[in-house]
């Protein structure tokens, strides 16, 4: 082939550069519309294999001229395929998403948030393919991971890059879309490993109990205050960072609010989520930027590349803090779930450390878009 097959890395920072992007999707329609690369100036076309195969010539009319194409699969695989096909047919710019939509899924990608206090600093990395978060906050040669997920290579090279050891290791909650990597961070990195007492429902191993005004201090002055914050799940804590920054976890997003039942308790948890969200966040300082561990659209990303917001413009623009009758509020939440992440009762079951999955069963059980809001 006349080019090079672009790798996740290489795809996901044009994405967040807002570069033009042209995809020829050739999954199964259903696999297409239920999850595909997203960006704002990404342009896709889904044509299944069988009929690329079927249909070249009348294809090729449709495809740009003057666009590089990259051609997307599963795992990268048929996707070379596709690519020899239109060759074949005389397409010149032309290559593949290197591993497809499953390395796609798994790609993160540092993002610097801000300075903190006396040399300090605070990363977001964004899971672009699956819409999580998580964070890194640095100071003084020592590291806290927040929310990591479970392809930790990624934490621990970034922590190397920048002369820093991971020293603390925190979840907000008991995760259900994902396989957290923050046990297994932990034990790579000789770590403290934190995790929310109240969202103990059998864990096989053992943790530091995380619990309302637990406080970590990262060098000598940068502050992690935890702040029980239910609602998502019974023992959701968000972080407060260096009074500046509030770690809401799966309780707030920019554009929508987490689920609560994905332990099948909405109707006893949708009373603490209103309760956090119309009451305990309130009472904070309006003035905290909001980091989410997830994000549900690409308009969601600034145009920084990052995923924040001002508590004050949260309670001024997102539709779901705007509805002040509680029983409202409850139906609204209630009567509008998406369908429930796959596999996430499993993916619980592992993050309780019940299941001992090989690498590849966990990779299956994650792939798919996030549904952790409402």
């Known amino acids: 082939m006349a080019l090079k097959p672009i790798t996740v890395k290489e795809m996901a920072q044009k994405v967040l550069a807002e570069e033009d992007v042209f995809l020829l999707d050739i999954r199964k329609e259903e696999d297409y519309i239920d999850w595909s690369i997203q960006g704002r100036n990404v342009n896709s076309m889904n044509i299944p294999f069988k009929k690329l195969e079927q249909e070249t010539e009348d294809i090729k009319k449709q495809l740009p001229e003057n666009q590089t194409i990259y051609v997307v699969c599963a795992k990268g695989i048929s996707s070379q395929k596709g690519v020899e096909i239109l060759e074949e047919a005389g397409v010149k710019d032309i290559t593949y998403l290197e591993g497809g939509m499953t390395a796609w899924s798994e790609h993160l990608e540092p993002m610097k948030i801000s300075d903190l206090s006396n040399g300090g600093e605070l990363y977001q990395f964004i899971r672009i393919g699956k819409g999580c978060l998580s964070y890194m906050v640095m100071s003084n040669g020592v590291a806290v991971v927040i929310d990591p997920v479970r392809t930790t290579e990624t934490y621990k090279n970034f922590a190397e890059e920048n002369d820093t050891a991971i020293k603390y290791v925190l979840d907000t909650h008991l995760h259900a879309d994902h396989i957290s990597g923050g046990k297994k961070l932990a034990e790579q990195t000789e770590a403290e490993y934190y995790f929310p007492t109240r969202d103990d429902e059998g864990m096989a191993f053992n943790y530091n109990e995380l619990r309302d005004g637990t406080t970590i201090t990262v060098g000598s002055t940068v502050k992690i205050s935890a702040f029980y914050s ?28 987490g689920r609560p039942d994905l332990a099948g308790k909405a109707d006893d948890w949708v009373d603490d989520l209103h309760q956090t969200l119309y009451g305990r966040y309130e009472g904070l300082s309006q003035d905290l930027i909001v980091l989410p561990a997830h994000f549900g659209e690409m308009k969601e990303i600034n145009e920084h590349g990052t995923v924040q917001d001002k508590l004050e413009n949260l309670y001024n623009k997102n539709d779901r803090l705007q509805v002040k009758d509680k029983e409202e509020f409850i139906h609204l939440v209630t009567d509008n779930l998406p369908p429930q992440p796959n596999s996430h009762e499993e993916i619980r079951k592992t993050n309780m450390g019940k299941n001992n999955l090989e690498e590849d069963e966990q990779r299956e059980m994650e792939v798919g878009p996030n549904r952790c809001a409402v």
């Open 230 to 257: 239910p609602g998502h799940t019974i023992g959701s804590t968000s972080f407060i960072v260096d009074n500046k920054y509030l770690m809401t976890g799966d309780i707030l997003f920019i554009d929508s609010i």
